[in-house]
């Protein structure tokens, strides 16, 4: 079975405390959480200390997917706030290889995030450091994008070079994901289903319910 992991950036964050309450009370098992900095994405979320002040709420699995430049800079920081899986994009950094060490020396586990565009060849020499893959389904920074279609033969394709790697990774797909597609993502091989704006609509519980009956 997969699993829904509801992005946070789509939440009403006048309620914070009591939309992270729904999905707890819902058994959600993964927050996804989106952290943009204005350079590697044309966006600006939040950080760190919002991070850190969220975690005594929840036991959810904090599923941190870092949209910055030089992520090194920062996996303290996240690591520290009480991330769990700290994600960062191939394309932000040029030393991935040491980047996914590092982040496992701080007890996170450590994934890579591509963006649409980005071939999956990358991965060849990291697949046995990886604990988990980010496939973008949208170009990156903001919310309520539509799902590219070229993406689920990306995700099929990743799923047999995670089965044919013998590694563990847990198969992650984000953005432009609703009901009406998420049979299809989660048919070509993903594990992790990231919903942003369609989980945070008028009835989330209903909508959850909706999302655990297709996947
Ligand atoms: C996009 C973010 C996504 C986004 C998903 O840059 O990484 O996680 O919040 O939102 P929806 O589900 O609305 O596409
Ligand atoms: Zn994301």
Redesign the pocket.
């Known amino acids: 079975m997969a699993e829904l992991a509801p992005?946070l950036?789509?939440a009403d964050f006048t309620n914070l405390g009591e939309q992270i309450n729904i999905l707890n009370e819902e058994k959600i098992k993964y927050l996804?959480l989106?952290v943009m900095d204005g350079h590697f994405?044309p966006n600006i979320s939040y950080g760190p200390s919002i991070i850190k002040q969220i975690r005594p709420l929840t036991t959810m699995v904090f599923d941190v997917?870092l949209?910055i430049d030089e992520p090194e800079r920062y996996i303290e920081d996240f690591a520290d706030a009480g991330s769990d899986t700290i994600m960062f994009h191939v394309e932000a950094t040029k030393h991935p290889h040491r980047l996914l060490q590092q982040i496992k020396d701080l007890g996170c586990k450590a994934g890579i995030t591509l963006n649409p565009g980005t071939p999956l060849e990358v991965l060849e020499y990291l697949m046995e450091d990886l604990d988990q893959i980010l496939l973008m389904s949208?170009n990156?920074?903001?919310?309520?994008?539509s799902f590219i279609p070229q993406i689920l033969n990306k995700i099929k394709k990743c799923r047999e070079l995670i089965d044919s790697s013998g590694h563990d990774i847990l198969l992650e797909v984000?953005?432009?994901?609703k009901t009406k597609n998420v049979k299809s993502i989660v048919d070509a091989g993903c594990d992790l289903v990231?919903?942003?704006?369609?989980v945070f609509g008028p009835d989330i519980r209903n909508k959850i319910h909706q999302y655990y009956k297709l996947i």
């Open positions: 992005s950036l789509a996804h989106d994405v997917h949209m949208v990156p920074g903001f919310g309520g994008q984000d953005g432009g994901v990231v919903s942003g704006s369609d």
